[in-house]
């Protein structure tokens, strides 16, 4: 009964996200369609972070409250995984051709940047407790870098976008209504995923998981059900490049999300408490990228089955890789 009634109220919160992050991708459209800043830089941007929101909440929750580090590095670099397995989900049912043709330079441009910053993380991870570089009282080194990174990623993104638009833009619309509705949408991201870290914990010692595990899978699943729902209803609007730019520019956001609750993680830098299954996570990553990146530089012509490219199945089988080696572990 115990174990039914913490799935069930896992199960309600993960309804909630969602339902949220559709909203979210509705009022963002209208948001760029409004102020002509383009769905590429409105996604990598806005919903990126919004969506990105209940894996910060999680993971600040995680090491300031619940005092467990490796929930909190299981949930950023388990979504990260998750979102590129998106990619899969968007070829699924994208059926006027192969995704990844809809796809524009500005998405590679997010891909590389993203494989930066994660590749980052993955080294500060291999050289966890070497002393090679001395943390920042209690932040590591890498948490003083990545910030930085980010803010060149978004300067390059927004110069590389803005140059495109060659042709002078509509008279701007009043967007006071839609960023209400995509405000309070965001309200209900928050406040759901506050919960998600203590749910997490409920559902690690009644299923007696290690923390590494529940954090990378199933705290990863609930965190990413915002991107879902903005991917999936943002293919059904025909804003294929709107739900591209969410899914490469939230795991951009999520590695700045280490650095942030490396920060409230007092105790020691966070990564230096970290579980060593998790460089698995970030070379899975790490892997799952360069695939992603290689099918928007060559999108494929051909589908298996007519239902999705060969690049797609790799995205998904790495996934599953993932899951099960740090299952095994």
Same mark, same amino acid.
């Given at each position: ?11 309600? =919160? ?41 894996e910060l909440i999680t993971g600040v *929750? ?36 192969? $995704?990844?043709? %809809? ?29 090679? !570089? ?30 495109? %638009? ?5 008279? %701007?619309?009043? $967007?006071?209504? /839609? ?8 309200? =209900? ?21 290690? *923390? ?6 199933? !705290?990863?699943?609930?965190?990413? @059900? ?15 490049? !709107? ?17 942030? +609750?490396?920060?409230?993680y007092i105790k020691a830098p966070l990564?230096?408490?970290? +579980? ?10 790490? @892997? ?17 089955? /007519?239902?999705?490219?060969?690049f797609s199945i790799i995205v998904l ?13």
């Amino acid at each position: 009964m115990v174990m039914f009634f913490v799935w069930f109220k896992f199960f309600i =919160v993960s309804i909630i996200i969602g339902v949220a992050g559709y909203h979210l991708s509705v009022q963002a459209d209208q948001i760029a369609t409004k102020t002509g800043l383009g769905r590429n830089l409105v996604g990598i941007i806005l919903l990126a972070t919004v969506t990105s929101m209940p894996e910060l909440i999680t993971g600040v *929750s995680s090491v300031a409250i619940v005092g467990n580090p490796n929930l909190a590095i299981g949930d950023v670099l388990g979504s990260c995984v998750f979102n590129l397995t998106l990619v899969f989900l968007l070829d699924l049912i994208y059926r006027e051709g192969s $995704i990844y043709s %809809k796809s524009t330079q500005g998405h590679v441009l997010t891909a590389a940047l993203g494989m930066i910053m994660i590749g980052v993380v993955g080294f500060a991870l291999s050289l966890k407790g070497q002393s090679i !570089m001395p943390p920042l009282y209690h932040v590591g080194a890498s948490s003083v870098l990545i910030p930085f990174l980010y803010f060149m990623a978004m300067k390059m993104s927004y110069s590389f976008e803005t140059n495109l %638009k060659d042709t002078p833009s509509e008279k %701007k619309k009043s $967007i006071k209504t /839609n960023v209400l509705k995509f405000s309070i949408s965001a309200l =209900v991201i928050l406040a759901a995923g506050s919960s998600l870290p203590f749910l997490g914990e409920e559902i690690m010692d009644t299923m007696n998981w290690e *923390s590494a595990f529940v954090g990378t899978i199933f !705290m990863a699943f609930a965190t990413s @059900l915002p991107e879902i729902a903005v991917t999936v209803s943002a293919v059904k609007m025909k804003a294929v490049e !709107m739900a591209f730019s969410n899914v490469l520019g939230s795991n951009l956001f999520n590695i700045i999300i280490l650095a942030i +609750d490396d920060v409230a993680y007092i105790k020691a830098p966070l990564l230096d408490d970290a +579980d060593p299954d998790h460089v698995i996570t970030v070379f899975t990553a790490l @892997l799952m990228t360069a695939v992603v990146t290689i099918a928007l530089i060559f999108p494929p012509q051909k589908r298996i089955l /007519n239902s999705t490219s060969y690049f797609s199945i790799i995205v998904l089988l790495l996934f599953v890789l993932n899951v099960y080696v740090i299952y095994r572990n």
